[in-house]
T-cell receptor, first 112, second 116 residues
Framework: ETGVTQTPRHLVMGMTNKKSLKCEQH?????MYWYKQSAKKPLELMFV???????ENNSVPSRFSPECPNSSHLFLHLHTLQPEDSALYLC???????????FGQGTRLTVV | AQTVTQSQPEMSVQEAETVTLSCTYD???????LFWYKQPPSRQMILVIR??????QNATENRFSVNFQKAAKSFSLKISDSQLGDAAMYFC?????????????FGKGTSLLVTP
């Protein structure tokens, strides 16, 4: 247990559905991240929030919409996803730029 | 963007033996951080060890140690006295010190199998 909790652990959704992934950290960190992990590919950074402001957005399609209401919570809102969006979505947090990130256990997303 | 290369998709080691996982990276920066993360079947990424580029001394954490060769841009992980619980995916990661980016750049990972 690293202090970063993701829900749900598993999610199956249709291409017309709208769902949200939730991440919560209890470590007092001030930066939070969404990563996508697909088979046979390196982890891809999707979004970075620092002090609740988005600081990076790596050309992620608009069907993924992040939200960071406070420094402890991060959401990823999903709508009209494609089957190729099926992957493990990992949330992470860190205290500052110069420290390691702590990861949650991920949400295994399947788009049907 | 900095690239991280792990050239060994899979490695195998016998219990109690030593194994070395390779990692190379490409950067023009002089200040950065390097990490090894472990991802067991539970999927949670767990930090194994970190290395600051400005430190010449190789980092060690119990049975885990690194061989950091800055000029060669190499950052290998050595696992001594391997245990069954060491079986996992291992990812090498780079983090910039100089740029405004916060992100970790990961390699594709090495799957480590530990045999009894």
């Amino acid at each position: 247990e690293t202090g970063v909790t993701q829900t749900p652990r598993h999610l199956v959704m249709g291409m017309t559905n709208k769902k949200s992934l939730k991440c919560e950290q209890h470590l007092g960190h001030n930066a939070m991240y969404w990563y996508k992990q697909s088979a046979k590919k390196p982890l891809e950074l999707m979004f970075v929030y620092s002090l609740e402001e988005r600081v990076e957005n790596n050309s992620v399609p608009s069907r993924f919409s992040p939200e960071c209401p406070n420094s402890s919570h991060l959401f990823l809102h999903l709508h009209t996803l494609q089957p190729e969006d099926s992957a493990l979505y990992l949330c992470a947090s860190s205290h500052a730029r110069h420290t390691e990130a702590f990861f949650g256990q991920g949400t295994r997303l399947t788009v049907v | 963007a900095q690239t991280v290369t792990q050239s060994q998709p899979e490695m195998s080691v016998q219990e109690a033996e030593t194994v070395t996982l390779s990692c190379t990276y490409d950067t023009s920066e002089s200040d950065y951080y390097l990490f090894w993360y472990k991802q067991p079947p539970s999927r949670q990424m767990i930090l194994v060890i970190r290395q600051e580029a400005y430190k010449q001394q190789n980092a060690t954490e119990n049975r885990f140690s690194v061989n950091f060769q800055k000029a060669a841009k190499s950052f290998s992980l050595k696992i001594s006295d391997s245990q069954l619980g060491d079986a996992a995916m291992y990812f090498c990661a780079y983090r910039s010190e100089e740029n405004s980016g916060y992100a970790l750049n990961f390699g594709k990972g090495t799957s480590l199998l530990v045999t009894p």
